[in-house]
Structure formats: structure tokens, C-alpha cells
T-cell receptor, first 116, second 116 residues
Framework: AQSVTQLGSHVSVSEGALVLLRCNYS??????LFWYVQYPNQGLQLLLK??????LVKGINGFEAEFKKSETSFHLTKPSAHMSDAAEYFC??????????????FGQGTTLQVKP | GAGVSQSPRYKVAKRGQDVALRCDPI?????LFWYQQALGQGPEFLTY????????KSGLPSDRFFAERPEGSVSTLKIQRTQQEDSAVYLC??????????????FGPGTRLTVL
């Protein structure tokens, strides 16, 4: 079965510092990969997604992620953290294949804290 | 345009009561998903509709859970004889197409269910 592992349930950075949130997936065939952000009492919002085009994916709010097949990873980065980036971040996969309904398998989430 | 809406936003039920949670997807979206998010966890897939057809209900945890989408738009998730372990946020998501895992899912704000 497909699974997603997010290393670090809690990450704390200073404002202006690099943000790195880690995500690894388990699959013999590269799936579709997503990063979502969740602010308190709100639904999930898509940051970016990988759908087998470019391996470096740029998303909203200055975030980007790089798909590395050899490492089965899809880590999320942002060069300079803002206070407004404090939220819960989820990595998710959707298995590749014609029978796939598109359901998402989520990681446990990483809480990003940004310190002034 | 309007996003995915869910009602009620908060629901408190006594153990043993039945509850019904409503999801209004984005107009014209073919696919509709329900997810369950326990406290501190990532969302977990419950069920999937393509128009009015329920094509995947593999994530429903027990036969107390039932979902429907009779006219291919609004969906209702019903939980009978609620138990404390049903306490969670129930998220609804919709996407414009009927199949494939590369399409973005748009999430509603969720319904927080607390079972006392």
C-alpha cells in the first residue's frame, strides 16, 4: 500500500530563514504528489503539485518542491520564511494509474512555527 | 466563484445519536471526496463519488457510516449511533473531472464533530 512519511511533526524557523519540510513516499511507480497547507479552522489549500512534468515545481506564496525519484522524496522549501507561513503542512500522494480515482493519501503533517 | 462549503461547521452529539453532515461542492465538479481528520493527524480517505455514483467506499470505517450524492451535486455523510471515536473533522473535497489523480482537489472548511 502507498504511504507518505513526513519527517518532523514540528519545525521551527526564524523569520527570514530557509524553510525545509520533508516528505518521502513509498511506491514502485512515481505517484502524483501534492503539498497542502492548512490554517487553523480552515480547509486545505493546495500549495503545489507534481504530475510528471518538470521535477522542480513552483507553487504559491514562494514555495517550491523538487521531485527526486531516486530518493522517493518531494521536499518543500521556501528561501525566506514569513510569519504568515505558520500553519500545518501536509504532503499527499495519489497513485498513478487508469484505475485511480484520485483519492489522496496524506502524511501526518508538519506544524511550521515561525519565530520573529 | 464560490468554493466548497460544508454545514454545520461544528456539531456536538451525544453518544448513540445519528448525525448528518452536508457538503456543497463547487458547481459542475464531477468528483467528490470525503475525508476524516482526527486530531493531530492527516486526513484519511472515506469515500468517493463520480457524479451520483459512489465508486469507492473502501475508507468508511464501519457500516454506521453512509454517504450519498443523489443528484450528483450536494452530498451528505451520515453517521449512525455515533461513538466517541467518531470525533474528528470531516472534510469534503471536489474536483472538476471524473477520474485520474493529477487533478487538484478543492477542500471545504470541514465539520468538526464532537461526540460526548
Amino acid at each position: 500500500a502507498q504511504s507518505v512519511t513526513q519527517l518532523g511533526s514540528h519545525v521551527s524557523v526564524s523569520e527570514g530563514a530557509l524553510v525545509l519540510l520533508r516528505c518521502n513516499y513509498s511506491s514502485s511507480v512515481p505517484p502524483y504528489l501534492f503539498w497542502y497547507v492548512q490554517y487553523p479552522n480552515q480547509g486545505l489549500q493546495l500549495l503545489l503539485k507534481y504530475t510528471s512534468a518538470a521535477t522542480l515545481v513552483k507553487g504559491i506564496n514562494g514555495f517550491e518542491a523538487e521531485f527526486k525519484k531516486s530518493e522517493t522524496s518531494f521536499h518543500l522549501t521556501k528561501p525566506s520564511a514569513h510569519m504568515s507561513d505558520a500553519a500545518e503542512y501536509f504532503c499527499a500522494v495519489s497513485p498513478y494509474g487508469s484505475s485511480n480515482t484520485g483519492k489522496l493519501i496524506f502524511g501526518q503533517g508538519t506544524t511550521l512555527q515561525v519565530k520573529p | 466563484g464560490a468554493g466548497v462549503s460544508q454545514s454545520p461547521r461544528y456539531k456536538v452529539a451525544k453518544r448513540g445519536q445519528d448525525v448528518a453532515l452536508r457538503c456543497d461542492p463547487i458547481s459542475g465538479h464531477v468528483s467528490l471526496f470525503w475525508y476524516q481528520q482526527a486530531l493531530g493527524q492527516g486526513p484519511e480517505f472515506l469515500t468517493y463519488f463520480q457524479n451520483e455514483a459512489q465508486l469507492d467506499k473502501s475508507g468508511l470505517p464501519s457500516d454506521r457510516f453512509f454517504a450519498e450524492r443523489p443528484e450528483g451535486s450536494v452530498s451528505t455523510l451520515k453517521i449512525q449511533r455515533t461513538q466517541q471515536e467518531d470525533s474528528a473533522v470531516y472534510l469534503c473535497a471536489s474536483s472538476p473531472t471524473g477520474s485520474g489523480g493529477s487533478y487538484t482537489q478543492y477542500f471545504g472548511p470541514g465539520t468538526r464533530l464532537t461526540v460526548l
